[in-house]
């Protein structure tokens, strides 16, 4: 069956570091991948797209991988800050956009 | 530019009663998603409309769930009679249906209790 995998741990990183998320999927073929943020109380907000003919997609501190033959995306924020601390979920398109569970990121001062 | 707008925030309500969620998506908009969101199962899409004709209703839990689209500003997520495992935050969203792209654009969610 088709399965999403993100860190299911929190990640806890200093200020300053580079924080790396992984997704990994079986069983998908999808046309892209995208990453959203959500805050708690709040809904998800879409951050980057990249589609499967793409390695590599960058938005200011944000860094997106896409290995479609490991079937992983990592997703890096570099520089971090406390107000980057937040769940982020990986979402892939298939059919329909299917979301993985999302990881929890906090960046500690 | 009004986002994504859902009613109510909260609900709290008992066993058997008729619950009504309501969403405006973003004018111009042409696609409309229902998802429901817990810590057990995540985010998970419930159906979505394409200029308000349900395309994939795959995801509705059983018949006690209905959703409807009567217009391009407005749909419902209807659930009668309700259950305890209801329980849940459900989001609405909105895209623009352009080839390749397909980001959403979430509400801030209506959260459910069942008691």
């Known amino acids: 069956s088709q399965k999403i995998e993100q860190n299911s741990e929190a990640l806890n990183i200093q200020e300053g570091k580079t924080a790396t998320l992984t997704c990994n999927y079986t069983?998908?073929?999808?046309?892209?991948l995208q990453w959203y943020r959500q805050d708690p109380g709040r809904g998800p907000v879409f951050l980057l797209l990249?589609?499967?003919?793409?390695k590599e997609k960058r938005k200011e501190r944000l860094k997106v991988t896409f290995d479609t033959t490991l079937k992983q995306s990592l997703f890096h924020i570099t520089a971090s800050q406390p107000a980057d601390s937040a769940t982020y979920l990986c979402?892939?398109?298939?059919?329909?956009?299917?979301f993985g569970q999302g990881t929890e990121l906090s960046v500690k001062p | 530019d009004a986002g994504v707008i859902q009613s109510p925030r909260h609900e709290v309500t008992e066993m058997g009663q008729e619950v009504t969620l309501r969403c405006k998506p973003i004018?111009?908009?042409?696609?409309l998603f229902w998802y429901r969101q817990t810590m057990m199962r995540g985010l998970e899409l419930l159906i979505y409309?394409?200029?308000?004709?349900?395309?994939?209703d795959s995801g509705m839990p059983e018949d006690r769930f209905s959703a409807k689209m009567p217009n391009a500003s407005f749909s419902t997520l209807k659930i009668q009679p309700s259950e305890p495992r209801d329980s849940a935050v459900y989001f609405c969203?909105?895209?623009?249906?352009?080839?390749?792209?397909?980001?959403?654009?979430f509400g801030e969610g209506s959260r459910l209790t069942v008691l």
């Open positions: 969203a909105s895209s623009l249906a352009r080839p390749n792209t397909g980001e959403l654009f």
């Open positions: 069983n998908y073929s999808p046309a892209y």
């Open positions: 990249i589609r499967e003919n793409e």
């Open positions: 979402a892939l398109k298939g059919g329909k956009l299917i």
């Open positions: 004018s111009g908009h042409n696609s």
């Open positions: 409309f394409n200029n308000n004709v349900p395309i994939d």
